[in-house]
């Protein structure tokens, strides 16, 4: 492999102080409660307005809100919800007999509540409280609770508290970072404690949940927003440049990669990346400047195979293939958030519209766990039942096996049911010496 373009910066860089800041905010918010919540929101949001959102204000939102923009709104909701539904349908409960007179079977349980998250400052982003509201509903979780940083003045923007109230929002805060984050998972303003935590946010609110996992569940340590495209000599240089820009312009510090096999591909890349940067909004193309200056890299490989094992070990958060031979592309590649095959589909498809969920894992976390989905929201938990009958192998072996481990009071509580249920029989229940 050869590095075309090398990234002099990494996300973890960045993250230096972060934690104090927020495990002190988080532990002032947990102490004072809803009062402390506030005055983070009056300082950091610049919000002094109602902190939940009523549902007169929902409906004065949906007004402002123009029919177009609706529509597509709906659009969006409606894969989204399929996709999820689908997701739903794989998993279910289920009842075996292990052995005769003995039952066991699994349950899947929605949490209680879910704690959504949906980012809003420099960008609206309608398209995160589709993916997480819409996610919790179709997982049957019955309270879910959003939250996301009002704009001074006005309030959280219409397009974001229409797509909230339209995707089930039982209850939406006007409130952003870490104390929105803390609001709900401590119960603040009415809202039972979220079980837990999702969605996208900044460096802060993502250590916040990282901080807070454990008291609460969370979707997964996320950092930020990554992209890696893979491509060969028939792809168009201009579509894999556009595709890199756009995810470029995330922010700063969103590394976006290009592997390829063929030199003047990524010769031409390399070229026009700069160009189309230069054309972007003022403060789309500072993003994108920095995060190609800063963190992209551009890798020259001798084989798909060899592009196939960057990708695995970098294990991007969005993982978009542009190069022949689609179908050997989706059974090679084991490590990405969400994977885009061909040049007909890109990331910002899955960004806003398509269906998968956007909420994914990011700085290499894609290697042990996948993106947001209706699993998120839902615990498998198992259960047993017994005749007494079935119960009487279990006992035996789990007595033998208990003091074999020279746990006693696990084999007594196997003993006392074979001397309950088989009052007239004589077991031996000491296991045989064992060397070592």
Not at 194 to 210: S, W
Not at 284 to 308: G, H, K, P, Y
Not at 391 to 401: F, S
Request: charged share 20%.
């Amino acid at each position: 492999m050869i590095y075309l373009k090398k990234a002099v910066r990494t996300a973890e860089t960045d993250q230096q102080g972060v934690g104090e800041i927020v495990a002190k905010m988080l532990a002032e918010i947990a102490a004072g409660g809803e009062d402390v919540a506030r005055r983070y929101a009056r300082e950091l949001d610049k919000w002094s307005g109602d902190i939940v959102v009523s549902a007169a204000d929902r409906v004065a939102a949906a007004a402002l809100v123009p029919d177009r923009l609706k529509a597509d709104i709906q659009f969006a909701h409606h894969n989204v919800r399929r996709f999820a539904e689908a997701q739903r349908a794989t998993i279910g409960d289920f009842t075996i007999e292990i052995l005769p007179g003995l039952m066991a079977g699994q349950k899947q349980i929605p949490v209680s509540a879910a704690g959504c998250y949906v980012p809003g400052g420099r960008y609206s982003h309608v398209a995160s409280a589709i993916m997480t509201i819409t996610t919790a509903k179709v997982a049957g979780v019955p309270h879910i609770a959003a939250c996301s940083p009002p704009r001074p003045g006005v309030g959280i923007p219409p397009a974001i508290l229409y797509a909230m109230d339209l995707c089930g929002a039982d209850v939406i805060l006007s409130m952003g970072g870490v104390q929105g984050v803390a609001a709900m998972a401590n119960g603040l303003f009415g809202l039972p404690k979220a079980d837990i935590l999702v969605g996208p946010g900044n460096q802060y609110v993502a250590e916040a949940k990282r901080i807070l996992f454990g008291q609460v569940g969370i979707d997964m340590f996320a950092g930020p927003t990554d992209s890696m495209i893979l491509a060969d000599g028939k792809a168009d240089a201009e579509m894999v440049a556009a595709d890199l820009v756009g995810q470029a312009e995330h922010g700063y510090n969103s590394p976006v990669w290009l592997a390829c096999t063929d030199r003047a591909l990524a010769e031409r890349v390399m070229d026009l990346v700069p160009r189309l940067i230069a054309s972007l909004p003022t403060l789309n193309r500072q993003s994108a400047e920095a995060a190609w200056e800063d963190f992209a890299e551009v890798i020259l490989c001798d084989t798909a195979e060899e592009m196939a094992a960057v990708a695995d070990q970098v294990a991007p958060e969005h993982l978009h293939v542009q190069a022949e031979d689609l179908d050997w592309w989706l059974q090679r590649l084991r490590s990405y958030g969400s994977l885009f095959l061909g040049e007909e589909t890109t990331v910002a498809f899955g960004d806003k519209t398509s269906g998968p969920n956007h909420v994914l894992p990011t700085s290499g976390a894609a290697r042990y766990t996948g993106g947001l989905s209706v699993h998120k929201f839902m615990k498998t938990v198992t259960w047993q039942r017994a005749t007494r009958d079935g119960a009487r192998p279990l006992a035996e072996a789990t007595a033998r096996i208990s003091r074999l481990e020279g746990m006693e009071g696990h084999a007594r509580s196997a003993d006392i049911r074979l001397a309950k249920f088989f009052p007239n029989e004589v077991f031996d229940l000491n296991q045989a010496n064992v060397e070592g």
